[in-house]
């Protein structure tokens, strides 16, 4: 009999925003091991190696087996327990991130169907968790080997997805959004801006990211500035006004008003508490 076992590792600081690792690992669970009721603030695959268990989610329960994968969704309260005769065995990662919520929407995977049973190349996206897990490690090299093997394992995914995707014009819409975003945030840019360059109106763009990311284009535009500014205040010793100016606010008092908002402290405040300039 194979020896229970858990091997995990959580990265420190996920600095990238459109996709990152969060956690990742494989584990042999007890019989009747179970994790929740409970919530995750991130997405989260397990790939069932071998032995049975159940999923609980929105007042449903998937009985799986070797072979089968589910998806836990950020803020979404979730039981998940081991057989007790076969308890399965797992490969998990966690990430989050913009690309997340759109990629998954080109897959088989749904909140209301949050599992696919039999996973097509279920060994290539077990072997592909593994490769995500030996590319480990706190540098910022890590991060991104890290997040391009997530990448590979999502297209997996992505490949051998069967439902017909009826979203196709809004994610290429929101994909196009979020590159012009990503190349021009640090210039003081409106939705107009965005939706020109998508070559929709304002209120179909609104629609897109609403639909796909659960969020409105200004929205995503001020929480990636604001992740910028994270990086920033963290990792150099510009001024709060350069960092506003390059970040695309001409005003740092309204910056701080802005990022005071989200974070629930100054910018000056949050350097304090995270400063690693090195």
């Keep these: 009999m ?24 494989f584990q042999k669970c007890n019989p009747l091991y179970q994790w929740g009721p409970g919530v995750r603030d991130h997405y989260l695959i397990h790939y069932i190696i071998s032995g049975k268990g159940s999923y609980h989610v929105n007042h ?4 799986l087996k ?3 994968t589910f998806l836990v969704y950020p803020d979404t309260e979730v039981t998940y327990c081991a057989d007790e005769t076969d308890p399965w065995e797992y490969a998990w990662v966690g990430f989050t991130g913009s690309d997340a919520s759109m990629i998954l929407s080109a897959t088989d995977f749904s909140k209301e169907k949050p599992v696919i049973l039999d996973t097509p190349m279920g060994e290539s996206v077990h072997r592909q968790i593994l490769h995500i897990y030996d590319a480990r ?3 910022f090299e890590h991060a991104v080997e890290m997040t391009g093997r997530l990448y ?30 990503s190349s021009h945030y640090s210039y003081n840019i409106t939705v107009e801006d965005i939706a020109d360059y998508v070559g929709v109106s304002r209120s179909h763009l609104f629609r ?6 659960g969020e409105s284009p200004k929205e995503y535009l001020t929480a990636f500035r604001m992740k910028q500014a994270c990086y ?20 740092s008092l309204y910056f701080s008003k802005t990022f005071h908002k989200r ?5 000056k405040d949050y350097r304090q508490k995270h400063f690693c300039y090195k």
Excluded: R
């Design 232 to 251: 920033l205040l963290e990792h150099s010793d510009l001024s709060i006004t350069a960092i506003a100016n390059s970040i695309g606010f001409d005003n």
């Design 137 to 139: 490690g706190n540098e």
């Design 263 to 267: 974070k629930g402290m100054s910018p």
């Design 60 to 63: 449903k329960t998937f009985s």
């Design 208 to 213: 897109s990211f609403e639909s796909i990311l």
């Design 2 to 25: 194979q020896k229970n076992y858990k091997n995990s590792y959580k990265v420190t600081e996920k600095e990238l925003v459109s996709l990152s690792v969060y956690n990742v690992g």
């Design 66 to 68: 070797a072979g089968d």
């Design 152 to 181: 590979t394992t999502l297209a997996l995914f992505m490949h051998t997805a069967t439902h017909e995707n009826m979203q196709n014009s809004a994610n290429s819409y929101v994909q196009k959004g979020i590159e012009f975003i």
